[in-house]
């Protein structure tokens, strides 16, 4: 969270926030609800209102989304992103190149999509969908009641979350579940290997 301490611009005057030209690096403070964000260069965004879209631009940029910014749609696109949400129902959408997504605590009923390329996901949140998509992603799940669907790609999935569905998808996997035997309950964790040959399974 070091980008944090950047100087941010802040914007109250237009629903279209345009960030300026690429390579840039401007840093920008969105208090706009509904405001579409669109960003050029190696941006990093801060957004603290609702019903927001932010489109990235296709270098790497930054995104953190607070939790007073429910029903935000978080685009990525061909850099290698950092999207961060604290936000209730925001939909994250990795896309293209090696993005770092994070879903903290308070993050409920988000849906993650990783996209093309090389992903790290980190979900803290319960009751959230994850879409790894291609490639050879790393999941990490700490909540419960969350979808987990890896896709194609050498994929490893780490799970510590209660009532999780986890899908390895194509291509050789590793799975390990940590949900069950941590929290000694007698509600498992559902594991669907389907086309996941071979696989390294551990409990």
């Known amino acids: 969270m070091e980008a944090l301490n950047f100087d941010l611009q802040r914007f109250a005057i237009v629903p279209t926030l345009l960030t300026g030209e690429d390579g840039n690096g401007v840093r920008y403070w969105n208090t706009i609800p ?41 685009n990525g696109d061909g850099g290698n992103d950092y999207l961060i949400n604290d936000g209730t129902n925001v ?9 770092k997504l994070y879903n903290h605590e308070l993050g409920k009923n988000t849906k993650i999509y990783g996209g093309a390329d090389d992903d790290y996901i980190d979900n803290r949140a319960d009751k959230v969908f994850i879409d790894a998509g291609t490639n050879n992603d790393y999941v990490w799940n700490n909540g419960e009641n969350v979808d987990v669907t890896c896709g194609s790609g050498d994929d490893t999935v780490r799970n510590s979350g209660l009532r999780a569905v986890i899908n390895g998808g194509d291509d050789e996997d590793s799975i390990r579940n940590y949900g069950f035997m941590a929290q000694h309950s007698t509600v498992a964790t559902k594991m669907i290997l389907l086309k996941t040959l071979p696989i390294t399974f551990q409990w």
Do not use: L, M
């Open 34 to 74: 509904g405001a579409e964000v669109i960003g050029f260069g190696n941006t990093f965004f801060v957004n603290h209102r609702a019903g927001c879209v932010i489109q990235c631009s296709n270098v790497d940029s930054h995104v953190y989304n607070d939790t007073v910014a429910p029903n935000v749609v978080i």
């Open 91 to 99: 939909k994250i959408y990795g896309n293209g190149g090696q993005d």
